[in-house]
């Protein structure tokens, strides 16, 4: 059998802070070695997104201008969204693609943008505007969790975001969704929002394969993937751990 996996590539042009859209070339390159023919689908209005065909789905990461605009955009699709989301389909939202899928976004004098409300969370900018760095929350960001082990990337958010769902994981080091909690990102049903840039994939496969499977288990009722050989990336992951954690 032949199989195919479709993912939505929302805005790639305005929201790609850090590099995060290695995340798509990662993704596609597990999927082809396994022999999964992987199609890509760039969203650049609301109207290019099909979501009733989508497997999956991936939004990065913006200004705070960007992100109001890109969340304008998809509020003309915002119930089927929110269907898809309810339905398991999987997707890796990133910083602002994280952050414009709750309620609301307030910035530092207090004005709040409207999210997409997808999810009832919300983010409260820390930061006057860029130039103010140290209240910035930057640095290695290491994270564990029982179901993907030991996970590393770095964050640079200006904003915290504070919510009940289950998270991505436990901050070991670093600040993850805010300077209170020690917990990092959202997991909900097989949607993944993190603040770990890196990309996320580069140094964390399990968590690409992982929204693979997902997305292979609700199409053709795939329980398992062919392994791949991780060993580089697994010891550079171990060597990063161990230089950062003492």
Known sequence: MR???????????QLNLYGDGGNITIAKKRCEWRGIQFRLHQVERASDADLSNADLFFIGGASDREQAL???????????????????????????????????YQLYNGEKLEGLNLLDFHTVSRVPDATNVKKRLIGDLHVVNP????????????GETFHDYDVLGDVVKGYGNNKRDKKEGLHYKNLIGTYMHGPLFSKNPRICDHLILKAMERKYGVTSLEPLDDTFSKEASKRLWSRCIS
């Open 3 to 13: 199989y195919s996996l479709d993912l939505l590539h929302f805005f790639p042009d």
């Open 70 to 104: 890109v969340t304008d955009e998809l509020q003309k699709i915002r119930s089927d969204f929110k269907a898809a989301i309810e339905d398991g389909v999987g997707g890796l939202t990133v910083c602002g693609g994280y952050q414009f899928l709750g309620s609301y």
């Open 147 to 158: 179901l993907f082990g030991r996970m590393i990337g770095y964050e640079n958010h200006g």
